[in-house]
Structure formats: structure tokens, C-alpha cells
């Protein structure tokens, strides 16, 4: 190879080496960045408020107060087969009997059952011997969501009284089902309170109203509607704070740990307010047995 001609080889070459170093060097091209996930915030479940609860329970309360009378209990058993509750002690039924069908859950142990029961929105009927716990395990099933739910009014004593049949022996077998959705907090909450309810059932009985009444002056609070008042009398010295509009009267009551003693007509409001008050903080209410007219 001539001289010329060889340094025009060199000199291409150094051309394509320079052109190759610079495609090596190129500027390599952007890698897609993944964007970061949105993430919105979850929204935390409100705080339970009892006070709305109870406030909501008792000024929706029907005419009639979810009571049923013996003998239209009776009427429904032959017709609707309604799921029957008995709350009293196994020791009350093995001593009285039962109203046939029902099953035996013991008021303390009712919210540690609600497996047992059927549906929230199937008819259960709950009673006790006065009326009374009956009107306590009602008012926690319907505050949990039961939707179908009465208390036999003045309990197995008005059945009996009415001459109603009564069963003997084993009540029926309780059977396990599935647990029903209910509010989490709230169960908790009657959970307590129905668990630790305590022997006597925070029942005064008429005399011992009175001497209380005498001695101590506790708050006496009428929650029958002025009505029946104006149509039966009342207790000297009551406040009267239709049930309805208990919670919109609280500024009416005393102080939370201050004596309160509850009355209505048979016992049975009664018992509503002694659960509502006792859930809204009031550690010392009573609810007078067999109401007014046992007074009477």
C-alpha cells in the first residue's frame, strides 16, 4: 500500500471510531419513574355516643311500649309460633313452670346467647315473673337491633293468673346459631350492664319506696303520661317526665349519683328508664315493683 493511500485508511478509521465512541456515549433514553399509589386516608368509625342511642330509643318508643298481654301472647303462639324467651333463673322455672316452647336464657347471660335467638327481625317474646327483667332484656335486644321484640306484660304471674296453661320439666333445648351483626361498642356496653346486674334487680318494692321516701328523699320520677296522672293520681312528691321525652328532660334530674326512684303504671316503663338512665351514668336508680298500681 502506497504512502497516500495508507493515510487516508488510518484517517477513516479515526473517523469511525470517533463516531462509534459517541454513539456509546450517547445520552441514554429516560426510564419511566412508577408513580407512588394515592392513598386516602380511611375514615375512622365515630366514637359511640350512648347518649344518642338512648335518646334515639326511648322517643321512638310505640304506643303500647312493645308489651303484650297473656292472652294475646296466646292468640300469637297459635298463630305466629313467635321464639319465647324466658329470662328467670332456672331455680323460678323449676319452682312456677314455664309457658310452653320457651326457651331458658337467664336474663345476665341473655347477650352472651344472642346466637340462640332467630333472626333480628323474627318475632321473640320475652318474659320474667313481673315484668320487670322482661322489660331490661327487651330493651337490649331492641337497642342491639332487634326489630321484633315484646316483653309479656306483668309476666308469667299475669299468665298464670290468667289461668293460662303451664308447662312442667326441661324448657326447650337452647340451640346454637350464628351470631347476628350487631354494633360492636354498643354490645359491649349492655353487655356490662346486663351481665352485671345484680340480685334484686335494682326492684324496690312498694313499702320499701315508701319508707325510703320518708328518710332519705330520693328523686320520685313518674314517667306515665299526664293522662293516666289526671286519670289515677300519682305518688306525692313525683316529677312527672313522660317516658318519651325523658332525655330531653335530664336537666330536670338530679345529680348522677344521687337516689332516683322510677315508677309507671306496672312496672314496666319502669324498667325501660331504669336502663336508660343506668347506661346514661346514674348510679343509683331504682324502679318501683309492680309500679303504680302495686303501690296502689
Known sequence: MDTKRYTRFVAMSLVALSLAGCAT????APTAVPLAPTVVPATPKPALD????????????PDGW?????AALKDQIAAAKPFIVDVREPSEIAANGF????????????TKNLDKLPAKDAPIVVYCAIGHRGALAMTTLQMLGYTNVKSVSNGFNAWVAAKLPVATGATADLKAGVAPVVD???????DKYIAGLPDGFNLIAPLAAKDQLAAAKPFLLDVREASELTANGYIEGAVNIPIRTLT?????LPAKDQPIIVYCGIG???GIV???????????????????????
Open 248 to 252: 330531653s328532660n335530664l336537666n330536670k
Open 50 to 61: 350512648v347518649a344518642v342511642v338512648v335518646d334515639k330509643y326511648v322517643k321512638a318508643l
Open 99 to 110: 309457658i310452653e316452647g320457651a326457651v331458658n336464657i337467664p336474663i345476665r347471660t341473655l
Open 274 to 296: 331504669l336502663e336508660s338512665l343506668t347506661l346514661l351514668g346514674y348510679t343509683n336508680v331504682k324502679s318501683i315493683s309492680g309500679g303504680f298500681t302495686a303501690w296502689n
Open 25 to 28: 456515549a450517547a445520552t441514554p
Open 184 to 190: 360492636s361498642a354498643l354490645f359491649a356496653v349492655l
Open 268 to 270: 314496666h316503663r319502669g
Open 66 to 70: 312493645s308489651g303484650i298481654a297473656p
